[in-house]
């Protein structure tokens, strides 16, 4: 059983747009102290700061490539220092740009599987030195895994990738009571998503859903506070969030 949850730390990657801000509003709705993780774009996350502090808890910002071993030490430094622990750690970052492979620029490749593979092992491997007992690391794979959508190779590659990490690293915890999933959207009405489709296209994939729309990132973030908080029974699972599209 869990203490209660404002006395829980999340550290949320990504958090300033889309799926990862959405997760870290509903985190802090749900009592926990966020910490707002940003590539680049500090201005959105400081605004998803100021929007999880309106629930009452609270939340700092900071800067992190996720791939860079000693930028997530400092990070979880930060954590530490901001709020005196970590419990849960959602690695929400990611790239996705989509080419057909013959298409894919080498560099563009390397860029994706730089943040979404080594980004997410990179900050996971930090996360399982620093957490809790009672703690929680929720990856994000994808379900075009199972969608197959042509020029989405490489980043269902990478995303793959995260998907046989997570039931390992869940076994590797052993004895730690800290349980480890992945979390597997479908299509999300997201910037990073929408980015370069038609309006015809984006109707045209939210109609092959049977549920006949696309994925908010709330849907995603219901699932996340769940493994996040009392799901405990919970662990070494690739959970897919796609409304049954796959």
Known sequence: MLSNNRSRVAVVTGGSRGIGRAVALRLAADGQDVVVCYAGNQTEAEATATAT????GRAVTAQVDVADENGVRALFDTAERSFGRVDVVVN???VMILRPVAHLDLDE??????????GTFVVAREAIRRLCPGGAIINFATSI????LPSYAAYAASKAAVGALSPILAKELRGRNITVNAVAPGPTATALFLEGKSDDLVQSIAKQNPMERLGRPDDIAEVV???????RWINGQTIFVNGGAA
């Open 225 to 231: 506070s769940l493994l996040a908080g009392h799901g």
């Open 109 to 118: 490749f390397d860029r994706m599987q730089r943040t979404n593979l080594r």
């Open 145 to 148: 895994t199972r969608l197959n």
């Open 92 to 94: 929400a970052a990611g």
């Open 53 to 56: 502090r309106t629930t009452g």
